[in-house]
Structures are given as C-alpha cells and as structure tokens.
C-alpha cells in the first residue's frame, strides 16, 4: 500500500503486476493437473475399450468349434483387432489363442494382447457328436 500525506490510496502498480503473476502461476498449475487428468481418463477409457475388443474377439474364437490354426484381423473404429489360433506342436488337440487390439493415442501405438490356451474335445475332433 502507498502512502501520499499520511493516506493510503491503494496498491502500487508493482504490487499489482506481482498478485497477477502469481496468479497466473496457480491457474496454470492447476489447469495443468486437470489437462493431465482428462488425458489419463481418456488413455484409460481406450485401454477398457480394446480390453472388452480384445475379450469378445477371443470368446468369439474359442466357441468356433471346431478349432483349426487361422488368422483374422479387422478393425472396430480406431481400434485394430487380430486374433491369432495356433495348434500346438507337442500336444495335438491343443491351441493358443491370441487376441491383440492396438490403437494409437498421444502419437504412440498402444496394444492390449490378451492370451488362453483350449483343449479340442476328442469327440469334436473326431466328428462324433455326445448325446
């Protein structure tokens, strides 16, 4: 405060240049934490979107009966999907099934791969059907 004969008149235009800059530096701050919160919020939300892809995609593979060693791939809007059936070499009637969803967010590629191994029943594999 400023002084002029003994009254106090108001703040000088330092004091005021100094309030504004620290204010600046708060909001930006906290717009800085919020900025960073909807971007983790949005990656998190991406990440349970090809999850549930990657999920229903690898459902659908294991109840396609009978299993057989293939490979398909597609996309669901900005989300690319691929599942991959392989028969085991040592043990037949065996396959690994993978399930890998990418997208891209912030400028980098991003995956979630989601695996199971299942066994073919004998009598599927066979053509015989159980009564």
Known sequence: MCAWFGISTG???LE?????????GGLSAVLSVFSN????TGLASDYGRARDLAESRLVLAVT???????REDGD????????EVSEDSRQKALFHIVSIVSFVRGGQSRDVRLET???????ERQGLKES
């Open 16 to 24: 005021v240049m100094v309030a504004l800059a620290v204010l600046a």
């Open 76 to 83: 669901d809007g900005r989300f690319h999907w691929r599942i």
């Open 117 to 123: 191994w299942e066994a073919q029943r004998i009598l």
């Open 37 to 40: 919160a909807a971007w983790s």
């Open 11 to 13: 703040f000088t235009l």
């Open 64 to 70: 396609n009966h009978p299993l057989q060693a293939t």
